[in-house]
């Protein structure tokens, strides 16, 4: 897709930027489509966007079965290089732009811009980095064995891609800590800020106790990370509790072993919905829950991330549970009034002690509700985060179209 649109500031003259990316389109995975639409939307950008929506999904929706799953990652790779040899052969035609920003995953199209003699790259070059593919293939997902050709490949690619940029942005500051360690980028050239969602649709909403069982809500994609068998467990040991239900939506890579898991002890009290929900179908879901949860996994990627889940619980107003783990406790230190509960990462016992407490304490869910949305208003807010991007372009040294 290739497309752009032109806007006016009545202070200044708009600054040029070009959005140049493959960008995931995933509604699992919506943060990037939302960061785009802000900037687009944004009057102090004059932007023009190069930039193809990429699916993982086949066209014939992909399957299950072991017959079709090699068809479907052959489909992936070759849509995959399809859509870079796209974007970039627009960029060649329309000319090197002087401001450049790549959206997520931006590690190929850095590398590929990387290549090229400097008087071929844009002046100003500024990548959303959000999390690292080499942590999530290979740390997070163990797809491949660290010491793999794939994995060698991988990070050397990310490394030369994201040391091309003028600014890489991941979303936290051990997110960045990750970076400037694992690929030898400078402090001074990453910035942490909040990931997007769609706050027209995760709006706050009071939270109000009603009546019957407390409803304790997941919403996922079965990546480790989730801890989704952390989840089953606690709701396999809480079955006697009828004042609690559990309600899963999502499906993905550890559906397998939640499948293994309900089928050992057939809990009555879970309900799973495994078609992925629009962002106002999540949004009802979580204005209807009492307890939302967030990720429990054991692995070294958990203490660094807040995941995209987690800001639309915050922003709507609901009472979090999440893993204990180096990132909370970094939030925790920013406000006096504790915006979720923690319980030690991997622990099923923990979270099932924390949600039955939870259950039969309305009020108490009441005041994380509140101070959840606060914090969200203080600290994670969408609008903030594209108003810092803007900001790195506009007092750049390039301020004014050429």
């Known amino acids: 897709m290739i497309s752009g649109r032109e806007g006016k500031h009545d202070r200044q003259v708009p600054v040029e930027v070009t959005i140049l990316g493959v960008h995931v389109k995933s509604a699992g995975y919506p943060n990037v489509a939302f960061r785009i639409r802000d900037l687009v939307r944004s009057p102090v950008l004059q932007t023009r966007e190069i930039n193809f929506p990429f699916s993982a999904t086949p066209p014939y929706g992909g399957s299950r079965s072991r017959v079709l799953k090699p068809l479907k990652w052959l489909w992936i790779t070759l849509r995959f290089f399809y859509a870079h040899i796209h974007v970039l052969s627009a960029y060649f035609w329309r000319g090197c732009p002087r401001r450049l920003y790549v959206p997520y995953p931006s590690a190929l199209v850095l590398f590929c811009l990387s290549l090229l003699p400097k008087f071929w790259r844009p002046r100003q070059m500024i990548a959303d980095c959000f999390i690292s593919l080499y942590d999530t293939a290979i740390t997070d997902r163990t797809l491949f064995q660290p010491l793999s050709w794939f994995a060698r490949i991988l990070r050397s690619v990310e490394s030369r891609g994201y040391r091309a940029a003028d600014m890489v942005i991941v979303d936290t500051d051990l997110n960045a800590a990750y970076f400037t360690k694992t690929f030898g980028l400078a402090p001074t050239r990453i910035m942490a800020l909040p990931l997007s969602i769609d706050e027209s649709r995760f709006r706050p909403a009071p939270y109000q106790a009603h009546e019957g069982p407390c409803k304790v809500l997941f919403i996922g994609t079965f990546v480790p990370l989730q801890g989704v068998d952390v989840i089953a467990h606690a709701a396999v040991s809480l079955e006697s509790r009828r ?155 390039f301020t004014t179209p050429a």
């Not at 939506?249 to 809990?267: D, L, T, W, Y």
């Not at 016992?349 to 005041?367: H, K, S, V």
């Open 243 to 397: 004042d609690i239900r559990f309600r899963l939506v999502g499906f993905g890579q550890m559906a397998k072993a939640v499948e293994q898991i309900f089928r050992n002890h057939s809990p009555s009290n879970v309900d799973w919905i495994t078609p992925w929900m629009d962002s106002e179908e999540l949004a009802q879901e979580i204005r209807s829950a009492d307890i939302c949860l967030g990720i429990f996994g054991a692995g070294p990627k958990v203490q660094r991330v807040w995941p995209l889940k987690n800001y639309a619980y915050m922003a709507v107003g609901r009472t979090i549970i999440t893993a204990d783990t180096l990132h909370t406790r970094q939030m925790l230190q920013r406000t006096d009034a504790a915006p979720f509960l923690t319980v030690p990462p991997g622990d099923p016992a923990a979270l099932a002690n924390a949600i039955a407490g939870l259950a039969t304490d309305p009020e108490r869910r009441r005041r994380y509700a509140e101070n959840a949305r606060t914090f969200y208003e203080k600290n994670l807010s969408s609008q903030d985060a594209v108003k810092q991007i803007v900001m790195l372009f506009t007092r750049g040294p």
